[in-house]
Nanobody, 124 residues
């Protein structure tokens, strides 16, 4: 079992920055791929970013490329999402997830464990 707890969400003005963190416990995640997803009101959950076990390979949704950065600290069992140049359309609940293989993935169904989410609200 893996427990994931996200933190770092909040209210920020457009153009601002936030850094989300996702701390894992219960089982080491240093050998597993992890991802960030988001869900806005009335919309389906969507892929944001993914990272492989070592951090050597990352993938981003087109709408966050150049603005968001995913990283991980395996010693702390934590994955981060640095979000810069935030836009009102980035408002959503952000979730982290882990899949029990080395690589990250774009697909929700590839992930077996999810956090409860953290709210990010970007005001215009």
């Amino acid at each position: 079992q893996v427990q994931l707890v996200e933190s770092g969400g909040g209210l920020v003005q457009a153009g601002g920055s936030l850094r989300l963190a996702c701390a894992a416990s219960g089982r080491t995640v240093s050998n597993y791929g992890m991802g960030w997803f988001r869900q806005a009101p009335g919309k389906e959950r969507e892929f944001v970013a993914a990272i492989n076990w070592s951090g050597s390979r990352v993938n981003y949704a087109d709408f966050v490329k150049g603005r968001f950065t995913i990283s991980r600290d395996n010693a702390k069992s934590t994955v981060y999402l640095q979000m810069n140049s935030l836009k009102p359309e980035d408002t959503a609940v952000y979730y982290c997830a882990v899949r029990l293989v080395l690589s990250g993935s774009y697909y929700i169904s590839d992930y077996g464990y999810w956090g409860q989410g953290t709210q990010v609200t970007v005001s215009s």
